[in-house]
Protein backbone atom coordinates (compact mmCIF):
# COMPACT_ATOMS: atom_id res chain seq x y z
CA UNK A 1 0.00 0.00 0.00
CA UNK A 2 0.74 3.60 -0.64
CA UNK A 3 -0.08 5.49 2.83
CA UNK A 4 1.01 9.51 2.04
CA UNK A 5 2.59 11.09 -1.28
CA UNK A 6 2.76 15.11 -1.54
CA UNK A 7 4.13 16.65 -4.58
CA UNK A 8 5.33 20.45 -4.69
CA UNK A 9 4.48 21.74 -8.73
CA UNK A 10 3.87 19.65 -11.64
CA UNK A 11 4.25 15.61 -11.77
CA UNK A 12 4.88 13.77 -14.99
CA UNK A 13 4.81 10.42 -13.55
CA UNK A 14 2.47 7.42 -12.41
CA UNK A 15 2.04 6.37 -8.54
CA UNK A 16 0.51 2.81 -8.40
CA UNK A 17 -0.73 0.70 -5.89
CA UNK A 18 -1.13 -3.19 -6.41
CA UNK A 19 -2.18 -4.15 -2.99
CA UNK A 20 -3.34 -2.18 -0.06
CA UNK A 21 -4.28 0.97 -1.87
CA UNK A 22 -3.68 4.33 -1.58
CA UNK A 23 -4.43 6.65 1.41
CA UNK A 24 -3.43 10.00 0.32
CA UNK A 25 -2.26 12.18 -2.59
CA UNK A 26 -1.39 16.01 -2.39
CA UNK A 27 -0.19 17.69 -5.35
CA UNK A 28 0.33 21.37 -4.86
CA UNK A 29 0.51 23.82 -7.13
CA UNK A 30 0.90 22.14 -9.87
CA UNK A 31 -0.58 19.71 -12.35
CA UNK A 32 -1.12 16.23 -12.55
CA UNK A 33 0.53 15.63 -16.37
CA UNK A 34 -1.29 13.36 -19.24
CA UNK A 35 2.07 12.25 -20.44
CA UNK A 36 1.81 10.06 -23.66
CA UNK A 37 -1.72 10.03 -25.15
CA UNK A 38 -1.13 6.13 -26.17
CA UNK A 39 -0.36 5.33 -22.41
CA UNK A 40 -1.09 8.23 -20.06
CA UNK A 41 0.09 8.77 -16.72
CA UNK A 42 -2.18 7.15 -13.64
CA UNK A 43 -2.28 7.70 -10.23
CA UNK A 44 -4.47 4.27 -9.63
CA UNK A 45 -5.00 1.14 -6.57
CA UNK A 46 -5.20 -1.97 -7.97
CA UNK A 47 -6.70 -4.15 -5.26
CA UNK A 48 -7.71 -0.92 -3.07
CA UNK A 49 -9.41 2.26 -2.70
CA UNK A 50 -7.99 5.89 -3.29
CA UNK A 51 -8.96 7.40 0.10
CA UNK A 52 -7.96 10.93 -1.01
CA UNK A 53 -6.40 12.25 -4.15
CA UNK A 54 -6.10 16.70 -3.83
CA UNK A 55 -4.99 18.65 -6.24
CA UNK A 56 -4.46 22.72 -5.35
CA UNK A 57 -3.89 25.79 -7.83
CA UNK A 58 -3.54 22.68 -10.65
CA UNK A 59 -4.90 20.85 -13.36
CA UNK A 60 -5.96 17.25 -13.68
CA UNK A 61 -4.72 15.39 -17.20
CA UNK A 62 -3.96 12.16 -15.96
CA UNK A 63 -6.06 9.06 -15.40
CA UNK A 64 -7.64 8.00 -11.87
CA UNK A 65 -8.36 4.38 -11.45
CA UNK A 66 -9.08 2.82 -8.18
CA UNK A 67 -9.95 -1.06 -8.39
CA UNK A 68 -12.30 -0.49 -5.19
CA UNK A 69 -14.00 2.78 -4.36
CA UNK A 70 -12.37 6.76 -5.00
CA UNK A 71 -13.33 8.21 -2.11
CA UNK A 72 -12.30 11.98 -2.45
CA UNK A 73 -10.79 13.35 -5.35
CA UNK A 74 -11.37 17.72 -5.19
CA UNK A 75 -9.91 19.94 -7.99
CA UNK A 76 -9.37 23.06 -5.84
CA UNK A 77 -8.99 26.39 -7.84
CA UNK A 78 -6.06 28.61 -7.42
CA UNK A 79 -6.88 32.22 -6.53
CA UNK A 80 -6.43 33.81 -9.58
CA UNK A 81 -8.40 31.63 -11.54
CA UNK A 82 -5.52 30.04 -13.79
CA UNK A 83 -6.09 26.65 -12.50
CA UNK A 84 -8.69 24.06 -11.03
CA UNK A 85 -10.18 22.44 -14.37
CA UNK A 86 -9.75 18.79 -15.16
CA UNK A 87 -8.72 18.36 -18.72
CA UNK A 88 -7.30 20.98 -21.38
CA UNK A 89 -8.82 24.58 -20.82
CA UNK A 90 -8.48 26.03 -24.72
CA UNK A 91 -8.61 29.51 -23.01
CA UNK A 92 -5.23 29.10 -21.92
CA UNK A 93 -2.13 28.35 -24.31
CA UNK A 94 1.67 26.43 -23.90
CA UNK A 95 3.20 30.15 -25.03
CA UNK A 96 1.14 31.73 -21.84
CA UNK A 97 3.87 32.06 -18.83
CA UNK A 98 2.18 31.59 -15.35
CA UNK A 99 5.47 32.07 -13.04
CA UNK A 100 9.22 31.62 -13.60
CA UNK A 101 8.47 27.49 -12.76
CA UNK A 102 5.05 26.75 -15.13
CA UNK A 103 3.23 27.82 -17.63
CA UNK A 104 -0.45 28.13 -17.98
CA UNK A 105 -0.65 24.70 -20.02
CA UNK A 106 2.06 22.10 -20.22
CA UNK A 107 4.19 22.05 -23.32
CA UNK A 108 2.80 20.13 -26.04
CA UNK A 109 -0.72 20.61 -25.04
CA UNK A 110 -2.83 22.53 -27.43
CA UNK A 111 -6.49 21.60 -27.79
CA UNK A 112 -7.62 19.22 -30.63
CA UNK A 113 -9.82 17.24 -32.16
CA UNK A 114 -9.58 14.47 -30.57
CA UNK A 115 -10.96 13.98 -26.75
CA UNK A 116 -8.33 15.17 -24.69
CA UNK A 117 -9.28 14.80 -21.59
CA UNK A 118 -8.80 11.73 -18.32
CA UNK A 119 -10.65 8.87 -17.54
CA UNK A 120 -12.06 8.73 -13.60
CA UNK A 121 -12.81 5.59 -12.63
CA UNK A 122 -13.46 2.98 -9.91
CA UNK A 123 -14.57 -0.87 -9.52
CA UNK A 124 -16.94 -0.09 -6.87
CA UNK A 125 -18.13 3.49 -6.22
CA UNK A 126 -17.31 7.18 -7.29
CA UNK A 127 -18.01 8.32 -3.71
CA UNK A 128 -17.04 12.39 -3.85
CA UNK A 129 -15.59 14.11 -6.63
CA UNK A 130 -15.65 17.98 -6.34
CA UNK A 131 -14.06 20.88 -8.79
CA UNK A 132 -14.04 24.30 -6.70
CA UNK A 133 -13.61 26.93 -9.01
CA UNK A 134 -13.19 25.16 -12.73
CA UNK A 135 -14.20 23.18 -15.05
CA UNK A 136 -14.19 19.97 -17.06
CA UNK A 137 -12.97 19.11 -20.41
CA UNK A 138 -13.71 16.11 -22.73
CA UNK A 139 -13.49 13.63 -19.44
CA UNK A 140 -14.95 10.52 -18.30
CA UNK A 141 -16.23 9.34 -14.53
CA UNK A 142 -17.22 5.64 -14.88
CA UNK A 143 -18.31 3.56 -11.78
CA UNK A 144 -19.01 -0.16 -11.62
CA UNK A 145 -21.78 0.20 -9.29
CA UNK A 146 -22.35 4.06 -7.98
CA UNK A 147 -21.10 7.19 -8.47
CA UNK A 148 -22.36 9.45 -5.18
CA UNK A 149 -21.35 12.77 -5.69
CA UNK A 150 -20.24 15.06 -8.26
CA UNK A 151 -19.50 18.76 -8.07
CA UNK A 152 -18.41 21.11 -10.99
CA UNK A 153 -18.00 24.91 -10.05
CA UNK A 154 -18.66 25.52 -13.39
CA UNK A 155 -19.32 23.59 -16.60
CA UNK A 156 -18.76 20.31 -18.62
CA UNK A 157 -17.36 21.60 -21.85
CA UNK A 158 -15.29 20.86 -24.80
CA UNK A 159 -12.70 22.87 -27.05
CA UNK A 160 -14.34 24.38 -30.73
CA UNK A 161 -12.55 21.52 -32.35
CA UNK A 162 -14.21 18.62 -30.28
CA UNK A 163 -17.50 18.28 -31.38
CA UNK A 164 -20.91 15.80 -29.89
CA UNK A 165 -20.81 14.37 -26.52
CA UNK A 166 -17.35 14.61 -24.99
CA UNK A 167 -17.62 14.39 -21.33
CA UNK A 168 -19.46 11.38 -19.77
CA UNK A 169 -20.60 10.27 -16.15
CA UNK A 170 -21.48 6.62 -16.16
CA UNK A 171 -22.36 4.22 -13.31
CA UNK A 172 -23.49 0.25 -13.73
CA UNK A 173 -26.19 0.56 -11.41
CA UNK A 174 -26.70 4.12 -9.81
CA UNK A 175 -25.85 7.94 -10.37
CA UNK A 176 -26.49 9.49 -7.11
CA UNK A 177 -25.86 13.39 -7.86
CA UNK A 178 -24.43 15.26 -10.30
CA UNK A 179 -24.46 19.38 -9.76
CA UNK A 180 -23.22 21.70 -12.20
CA UNK A 181 -22.93 25.54 -11.74
CA UNK A 182 -22.80 26.19 -15.60
CA UNK A 183 -23.64 24.70 -18.71
CA UNK A 184 -23.75 20.46 -19.30
CA UNK A 185 -24.78 20.52 -22.79
CA UNK A 186 -21.66 18.09 -24.04
CA UNK A 187 -22.32 15.84 -21.12
CA UNK A 188 -23.98 12.39 -21.16
CA UNK A 189 -25.46 11.24 -18.04
CA UNK A 190 -26.08 6.86 -18.02
CA UNK A 191 -26.96 4.77 -15.24
CA UNK A 192 -27.11 0.87 -16.02
CA UNK A 193 -23.25 0.66 -17.63
CA UNK A 194 -21.42 -2.56 -16.62
CA UNK A 195 -18.80 -1.97 -19.56
CA UNK A 196 -18.24 0.54 -21.78
CA UNK A 197 -16.50 -1.76 -24.74
CA UNK A 198 -12.67 -1.38 -26.26
CA UNK A 199 -13.05 2.60 -26.62
CA UNK A 200 -14.09 3.26 -23.21
CA UNK A 201 -16.81 5.83 -24.19
CA UNK A 202 -20.49 5.28 -23.88
CA UNK A 203 -22.20 3.67 -27.29
CA UNK A 204 -20.39 1.98 -30.40
CA UNK A 205 -20.77 -1.22 -31.97
CA UNK A 206 -18.67 -4.56 -32.37
CA UNK A 207 -15.77 -4.45 -29.78
CA UNK A 208 -16.64 -1.27 -28.64
CA UNK A 209 -20.10 -2.09 -27.62
CA UNK A 210 -21.69 -1.30 -24.48
CA UNK A 211 -22.61 -3.96 -21.64
CA UNK A 212 -26.12 -2.59 -20.56
CA UNK A 213 -28.83 -2.88 -17.24
CA UNK A 214 -31.43 -1.45 -15.20
CA UNK A 215 -30.28 2.07 -13.59
CA UNK A 216 -31.03 4.61 -11.44
CA UNK A 217 -30.39 7.90 -11.69
CA UNK A 218 -31.35 10.32 -8.60
CA UNK A 219 -30.81 13.97 -9.25
CA UNK A 220 -28.97 16.35 -11.96
CA UNK A 221 -28.67 19.58 -11.17
CA UNK A 222 -27.36 21.91 -14.24
CA UNK A 223 -27.21 26.12 -14.00
CA UNK A 224 -26.60 26.56 -17.68
CA UNK A 225 -27.64 25.32 -20.72
CA UNK A 226 -28.15 21.06 -20.98
Known amino acids: SITNVVINGNFGGSIISYTGGIGSVAINNGSFLRGDAA ?26 YADYDLVSLRVVAGADGVFGDIGVNPAFNANQAYDNLRNRVPVGVAAAAAIQGPRIGAGRNIISVAVTGGSVFEAGFHAGRAVQSITIAEGFTRDNATSGFASYVVAGDLVDSVAVGGDGASLQIIAGVLDLGADQRPGGTGANADILQAGNINSVSIGGRA
Open 39 to 64: RPNTIAAYDGDITSLVITNGNLYGDV
